[in-house]
Every structure is written in C-alpha cells, then in structure tokens.
C-alpha cells in the first residue's frame, strides 16, 4: 500500500506521518499553500519529512490567487484578528476556512491516482468536529465522491484514523512512535514561540495535559 499523506506541519498530521512510516508504506508528503496567515508550520511539514525520508511537494494556490476567495478567515486575511481560545468556543468561527478540509482532500486524491497510489490520509481528530469538513460524515461523503469521480480509473481509500479519536489519543499515539514534538506547529500565529492564547494554542496545550506527556512547547502566555 502507498499513501498520499496530507501533511500540513501540525500536530496531528506530524503524528500521522509517523504512522504511516510506521506500517512501512513509503508514502508520499503532500502539502499545501492555500494563502494561509504564515507559511511556519509548512517548514515543519518540511521537516517531518525530510526526517522520515518521504518524498515531500508543496502545491502553492496562493500564486494562483486563491487568497482572495479564501479571505473572511482569520488563517487567511490579516484584517481579521485571530480570536482568542475562549472567544472561539463561545461562538466566534473566524478561524474556520470553508471547504478548506474539501479543498486539499481533493488535490490528495488527484496525486494519489497520478502516482498509482492507493491512499489518502489524513488527520483530523474527534476534537475537531466543530469544523464541519472534520467529521466522519464529511469523511465518508468525500469518499463516496471520489469513488464516482475516479471510477475506473483508481481505486483510492479514505484514511482517517483519528477521526474517533481526542487530541489528547493522537499524543500518546506519537508519544509511542517518538515523536519529536519540537518539530510540529500549532499556532495560529507564525510568531518565535506559540501564543498560547488561540484556539489550536489551547487545545495542543489541554492534549498533552490530558494525555500525560511532557509538553516541550514554549508559549508567549
């Protein structure tokens, strides 16, 4: 089996690559410039897979102006303030980028078929299913999709084993394949350290609480 794994330099997508060379697939890193705020976490997608020895490409949209359909969001568009953590789950969704999930799932597919491979993963957590193109029934529809689109042609699963999971399960999972926590990027902001503050900040910090793992990072507050 080989895998297109969707790497965005994250926690959760760090610890899935760490999974997947686990069960010897050789994969392939698959990354993407949609215009985000900060490209940092994209140099610790880098990273991850330079570490694990899996061939690595960035497709850039942001030279394609995709920004500008993507504006609204406070990942995308420096006129929108992040929001802190408790502002987020109070209400506030200026953090989520619609069909952002949709949006990169597709192009994985797309490489996946190119290259002959037979897997998508990807890393979404039961933590997120705020975000409605984070839960399973997304997951299970996007599926559907890409086995009518590709029909004939490729025949490519759906992988998304944390999708039941906390974040504080996706640690101890990459607390027992080693991960180097170091190397993955959380926050919102593309500061020297984490801010501690926003949503991502908050739930990374509350996961290695949870899970009982020593927590490396450092954070601004």
């Avoid at 025949?155 to 640690?171: G, T």
């Avoid at 990459?174 to 926050?187: F, I, M």
């Avoid at 927590?215 to 601004?220: A, F, I, L, Q, S």
Wanted: with cysteine; glycine share 6%.
């Amino acid at each position: 089996m080989k895998t297109v794994v969707v790497l965005s330099g994250g926690l959760d997508s760090v610890v899935l690559a760490y999974l997947i060379h686990s069960q010897s697939d050789p994969g392939m890193a698959l990354s993407v410039n949609y215009g985000q705020r900060h490209v940092k976490e994209l140099e610790y997608a880098r990273l991850t897979a330079k570490r694990l020895d899996m061939p690595w490409r960035v497709i850039d949209l942001s030279a394609a102006g995709i920004s500008g359909i993507l504006a609204g969001s406070s990942l995308t568009d420096d006129a929108v303030p992040v929001a802190s953590a408790k502002q987020t789950r109070e209400g506030n969704r200026s953090h989520v980028v619609p069909n952002r999930n949709a949006l990169m799932l597709a192009l994985a597919f797309t490489a996946a078929a190119s290259a002959d491979f037979t897997r998508v993963a990807v890393a979404v957590s039961g933590t997120d299913r705020p975000t409605p193109d984070c839960r399973p029934e997304f997951l299970s529809s996007f599926e559907y999709m890409e086995r009518k689109s590709l029909a004939g042609l490729a025949d490519i699963d759906l992988y998304a084993p944390f999708s039941q999971l906390s974040k504080a399960d996706v640690v101890r999972m990459g607390a027992d394949l080693g991960v180097p926590w170091a190397d993955t990027w959380s926050c919102y902001h593309g500061n020297a350290w984490h801010c501690g503050q926003c949503l991502a900040c908050v739930e990374r910090r509350e996961a290695f609480s949870k899970s009982g793992t020593l927590d490396p990072t450092k954070y601004e507050a």
